[in-house]
């Protein structure tokens, strides 16, 4: 174990990994867009080996590819594969909420309750912090699913919760989406403190299959709703 792991700080692979998912995801990176090693090393000032450490990570989380010759390209995803990934979670996550709904104790409401309320603040931020906001979301899905008791259903859920585009699309979220989102939390919250089941597995579907609308499509492509696609351009010769 290192001193840097052991003193909390975060390792160079660790920081190369948050500022181009945080690049990603507020659009810095364009989709198509190809991440150049050697820029990306002298931008956060460390070697390339942390570089491709983060790079390998961001594509197993789904927000770049990764080819022998072209290197890391920000990923795009098919109007199939997104429609998939919202179908699924709709699915299991509608009924982790009505699971919830069935077994939770006041304790687990009141605490779910204030994971809502903390996403008020940061929702209404401006500039809005896309992680910030992201990691709330993450957060309130993940306590409801905890709520379920049910482990398995938790574990598929967080998994597609951590794909790539869904994190981006919060930098593109309108007003009218984060105001949405919000009443559709505390409305869950409301259903799974009076032990409605069936009310809150309608709302989560509801709520889950209305983000998949931020999407649309481009070129067989989808991508978040104002976000440009970007081209892979040429290797630069000292990347080939």
Request: glycine content about 6%; overall charge neutral.
């Amino acid at each position: 174990m290192t001193a840097a792991f052991d003193s909390g700080k975060p390792t160079a692979a660790e920081r190369v990994y948050r500022s181009v998912r945080d690049s990603i995801s507020s659009g810095r990176f364009f989709i198509g867009e190809r991440l150049i090693e050697g820029a990306l090393a002298e931008e956060a000032a460390v070697s390339r080996t942390p570089v491709r450490e983060a790079l390998r990570r961001l594509a197993s989380e789904g927000f770049v590819t990764l080819s022998p010759h072209a290197g890391a390209i920000v990923k795009g995803w098919s109007e199939r594969e997104v429609r998939d990934v919202f179908e699924t979670r709709a699915l299991i996550e509608s009924a982790a909420a009505g699971l919830a709904a069935r077994h939770a104790n006041p304790a687990d409401v009141d605490r779910l309750a204030e994971m809502a309320a903390r996403m008020e603040p940061l929702a209404k931020a401006c500039p809005r912090d896309v992680m910030a906001y992201s990691e709330a979301n993450r957060t309130f899905h993940a306590e409801i699913l905890r709520m379920s008791g049910n482990r398995r259903m938790e574990e598929i859920a967080l998994n597609l919760m951590d794909l790539g585009f869904l994190v981006r699309s919060y930098g593109q979220f309108e007003t009218e989406d984060v105001d949405r989102s919000l009443s559709d939390h505390r409305q869950l919250v409301t259903a799974i403190r009076n032990g409605d089941e069936r009310c809150a597995e309608a709302l989560m579907r509801a709520h889950i299959l209305a983000a998949a609308r931020i999407f649309r499509g481009t070129e067989g492509q989808l991508t978040p709703r104002g976000v440009p696609e970007r081209r892979p351009g040429p290797i630069p010769e000292n990347e080939r």
